[in-house]
């Protein structure tokens, strides 16, 4: 079992800044990649970003791109998102979900076996 819980959502003007962290416990992840999805309302669950936790290697949706960056701190066993230059179009629970498989990292949400509960993030504009 992994527990991922997810931390540091709120409300923020456009054009602002929050940093989303997801903390990792349980069995060994080393192998894994923690990735970010975000679901708004009235709407499906969507790839944000992800890392693998072994190498750095990260993957980012087109929509965040150059706005949003991940990364982690091995020593903490966290995954961070910081996320640059909102838009409202950003409003949307935010969640951490482990990857298990190796290879590629994949960005359907279904091939995640771990979730953590969300973080709302909500961007006014």
């Known amino acids: 079992q992994v527990q991922l819980v997810e931390s540091g959502g709120g409300l923020v003007q456009a054009g602002g800044s929050l940093r989303l962290s997801c903390a990792a416990s349980g069995r060994t992840f080393s192998s894994y990649a923690l990735g970010w999805f975000r679901q708004a309302a009235g709407k499906e669950r969507e790839f944000v970003s992800a890392?693998?936790?072994?190498?750095?290697?990260?993957r980012y949706a087109d929509s965040v791109k150059g706005r949003f960056t991940v990364s982690r701190d091995n020593a903490k066993n966290t995954v961070y998102l910081q996320m640059n230059s909102l838009k409202p179009e950003d409003t949307a629970v935010y969640y951490c979900?482990?990857?298990?498989?190796?290879?590629?990292?994949?960005?359907?949400?279904?091939?995640?076996?771990?979730w953590g509960q969300g973080t709302q993030v909500t961007v006014s504009s």
């Open positions: 890392i693998r936790w072994s190498n750095g290697y990260t």
């Open positions: 979900a482990a990857y298990t498989r190796p290879g590629a990292i994949r960005v359907v949400p279904t091939l995640y076996d771990y």
